[in-house]
């Protein structure tokens, strides 16, 4: 294994019947980097997130993050299918903010941050408050400690989904078209937000957006899909100014 990768995809399958949505995938992520998935919609990019939050298991292949097989332990030797246990302990490391926010609606904004550090973490009440306060600042939203995610805008939702992910400390942050479900004059705020997490935090971000002036702004690399494999990867610059793959020309003179 290369010193310092943070996830690796080892020729992951991942069919659904007869469908097969990622087909022998093999990538690398670093620490630090920020990689954005784009391509047509159902070309896999969710299930790639979705199989990092262990909401699915590869058909084929291995997934490790931080060094750590995600799915798989190995006892004498061999790789077998990972204990509960094991998988709860390599998904710390990894937070995720959903297009639809996600927020526990019967709890107070800041109980919805705290609520994972404590009992996943084990952080006392004090300390994941704390915490909590200090990332509900950054996010904006220092003053709404006591509200209910329904008093809040949706721009303001997904800023507490963005704080309560950050409150579990991950060393990668999954953001699934985190701006899709906003109204339109909320989008601005939302990305901006990120764009300062990216550039002020050590945070390694996986990212599925159709916004691609976010995406020229953070990606270190921007990896383009189509039917389940990786068809072109590259700097942004490079992407989106002069790809060389037909599908990726068409697809970008789409949403350019
Ligand atoms: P993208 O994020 O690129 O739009 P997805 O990863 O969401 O694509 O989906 C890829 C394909 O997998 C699509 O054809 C979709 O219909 C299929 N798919 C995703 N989740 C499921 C599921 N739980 N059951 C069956 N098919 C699924």
């Known amino acids: 294994m290369t010193q310092g990768e943070l996830i690796r995809f080892d020729h992951v399958t991942k069919r659904f019947g007869e469908n097969t949505v990622l087909d022998s995938l093999d990538f690398r992520v670093f620490p630090g980097k920020h990689v954005t998935l784009i391509g047509p919609s159902g070309s896999g990019k969710t299930t790639i997130l979705r199989l990092l939050m262990t909401l ?41 903010v959903f297009q639809q926010f996600n927020l526990f609606p019967n709890m107070k904004v800041l109980r919805n941050v705290t609520e994972a550090p404590v009992q996943v973490l084990g952080l006392s009440r004090d300390e994941a408050d704390e915490r909590a306060r200090e990332l509900l600042e950054l996010v904006g939203l220092g003053d709404r400690c006591d509200a209910y995610p329904s008093q809040l805008s949706g721009g303001q939702q997904q800023r507490v989904a963005i704080a309560r992910a950050l409150a579990m400390r991950p060393k990668v942050l999954l953001l699934d078209e985190v701006t899709s479900a906003l109204d339109p004059e909320l989008v601005q705020g939302v990305l901006d937000l990120l764009r300062d997490i990216a550039h002020t935090t050590d945070v390694t971000m996986l990212c599925v957006t159709h916004e691609m002036g976010f995406a020229r702004d953070v990606s270190d690399c921007v990896m383009m899909f189509d039917q389940g494999k990786v068809i072109e990867f590259g700097h942004p610059d490079k992407m989106f100014s002069d790809p060389e793959n037909e599908r990726t020309k068409e697809f970008l003179s789409a949403v350019l």
């Open 56 to 96: 699915l298991k590869p058909d084929e292949g291995t997934i490790t993050v931080g060094g750590e097989y995600l799915n798989h332990e190995k006892k004498n030797g061999r790789l077998v299918p990972a204990s509960e246990k094991h998988i709860r302990e390599v998904r710390k490391n990894i937070g995720m």
